[in-house]
């Protein structure tokens, strides 16, 4: 596909989906457009397979805190 002489062909986002307007470009401003119910910037991704954003990140070590945490109270009060 050859581009107009007027816009440079974008480079590509390593494992980045692309989001491409109407008229065929994707967007130049770093931002993508998703089903999400809030739009991701391209700067909350944090790379880890699995995890989308950070606050997701955030979620899973908050609820891993509170699972030890219940696990430990437990077992302390069955073993003791």
């Known amino acids: 596909m050859k581009s107009p002489p007027d816009?440079?062909?974008p480079a590509p986002q390593g494992g980045a989906r692309h989001?491409?307007?109407a008229d065929g470009w994707p967007?130049?401003?770093g931002a993508q457009e998703t089903d999400?119910?809030?739009p991701t910037n391209?700067?909350?991704l944090t790379g880890l397979p699995g995890f989308g954003?950070?606050?997701g990140v955030y979620v899973f070590v908050f609820g891993s805190f509170i699972l030890w945490?219940?696990?430990?109270f437990v077992l302390t009060r069955i073993f003791s």
Request: aromatic residues 10%; neutral net charge; glycine residues 0%.
């Open 7 to 9: 816009q440079p062909v």
């Open 19 to 21: 989001s491409v307007r």
């Open 27 to 29: 967007k130049e401003n």
């Open 36 to 38: 999400a119910p809030y």
């Open 42 to 44: 391209l700067d909350e």
């Open 53 to 55: 954003t950070w606050r």
């Open 69 to 72: 945490v219940a696990l430990l």
